[in-house]
């Protein structure tokens, strides 16, 4: 049985949505009730009527303008917004390719700033909202088993552009905030072992 919030039931776009921690996501808060935007470049369609799958790559500006247009005609209201897509690629720095540098930066910063412009505009109309980032432990413990200069790179530009987020539209009803689940507590453990 799902929980009731309110009397209207809110909905929470979720990136990243087709397998692992963003699947759990879409999960979670239809668990909790929610209507769910998921978009992913290999989602499938969803047999739940209240979860609208968008197959789409987030570096793209028609997949940010599908979510908004899509998901408002379908539910008519945006109330959460996680950005959980992100391109993690391990390698040291001399090792990275302009191509990798360019595929990470078009998805976790452009996709970031793409979808979050958008569903901000609908908040801000709404007078309310919440906008999640789910970024990397790795910012502020980094792990030399687990190199990471890309990721550190944007998703740390992700959780400061999160704070200013959320000063900025404190008093405007929307917040921002940062995830930072710890993917690589084995690594940690090993590498203090060694």
Known sequence: MRNKMGTEQKVAVITGASQGFGAGLVKAYRDRNYRVIAISRSIKPSKDSDVLTIAGDVADPKTADRIVQEGMARFGRIDTLINNAGIFIAKPLVDYTEEDYASVL??????????????????????????VQITTSLID??????????????????????????????????????????????????ARKA
Not at 106 to 129: C, D, H, P, W
Not at 163 to 186: F, V
């Open 106 to 131: 078009a998805t976790n910063l452009g996709g970031f700033f793409r979808i979050t412009k958008r569903v901000a505009a609908e908040m801000l109309t709404q007078g309310s909202g919440h906008i």
């Open 141 to 190: 413990h980094a792990n030399s088993n687990v190199p990471s200069v890309l990721a550190s790179m944007t998703k740390g530009g992700l959780n400061a552009a999160t704070r200013s987020l959320a000063i900025e539209y404190a008093k405007k009803g929307s917040s921002g905030q940062r995830r930072c689940p710890r993917r690589y507590e084995d690594a940690d453990a090993r």
